[in-house]
């Protein structure tokens, strides 16, 4: 997964699983950290998105996890 729209595509498809199967889980996405840009004009390059797609997985792994979760998807 190497180019700025593989990964946009990635964060979409897992966002919107976030959204439709752990709705519980959708409504604390605003409060991850990694959506509050530290800079005035942040630059949002391939490493950004990388971070930010990692911190999503980690997000819902740790979720499940800590609520006994079984993966919902085939």
């Known amino acids: ?10 964060i979409n498809k897992l966002t919107y699983m976030i959204e439709t199967d752990y709705p519980e889980l959708y409504q604390f996405l605003d409060e991850n950290p990694m959506t ?5 004009h ?21 979720y499940k ?4 979760i079984n993966d919902k998807q085939s």
């Open 36 to 40: 509050i840009p530290s800079e005035a």
């Open 65 to 68: 996890v800590t609520h006994k």
């Open 1 to 10: 997964m190497g180019n700025r729209r593989q990964i946009l595509e990635e």
């Open 42 to 62: 942040p630059e949002v390059d391939t490493e950004a998105l990388k971070v930010y797609l990692e911190g999503l997985t980690q997000i819902l792994e740790h």
